[in-house]
């Protein structure tokens, strides 16, 4: 059974830096793809980044771009999301999510973990 959790959220204010972890568990991830989403309060479930778990082109949403950036771990079996220059806005519940390649649906999501920014 797939797990991914989630750590590395809190309470910080605008401009300073964060880094998320996402550990994986139950499988081999080399033919899967992770994504970075996030939810804001009153808000739909919004993409922020993706890329394939054997390596690539990263894929960002524009609100992003150029601050956060996605990596991973092999031997830790753990992606992160680094996000500078962090903004208000940026505030929501950030989940990270794995499908197979070649799915679309997302089938694994982890429990989500909490990022506030104050101005």
């Known amino acids: 059974q797939v797990q991914l959790v989630e750590s590395g959220g809190g309470l910080v204010q605008a401009g300073v830096s964060l880094r998320l972890s996402c550990a994986a568990s139950?499988?081999?991830?080399?033919?899967?793809?992770v994504g970075w989403f996030r939810q804001a309060p009153g808000k739909e479930r919004e993409f922020v980044a993706f890329?394939?778990?054997?390596?690539?082109?990263?894929s960002y949403a524009d609100s992003v771009k150029g601050r956060f950036t996605m990596s991973r771990d092999n031997a830790k079996n753990t992606v992160y999301l680094q996000m500078n220059s962090l903004k208000p806005e940026d505030t929501a519940v950030y989940y990270c999510a794995a499908k197979r390649n070649g799915n679309s649906d997302w089938r694994y999501w982890g429990q989500g973990t909490q990022v506030t920014v104050s101005s």
């Open positions: 139950g499988d081999t991830f080399g033919n899967y793809g």
């Open positions: 890329r394939r778990w054997s390596g690539g082109t990263t």
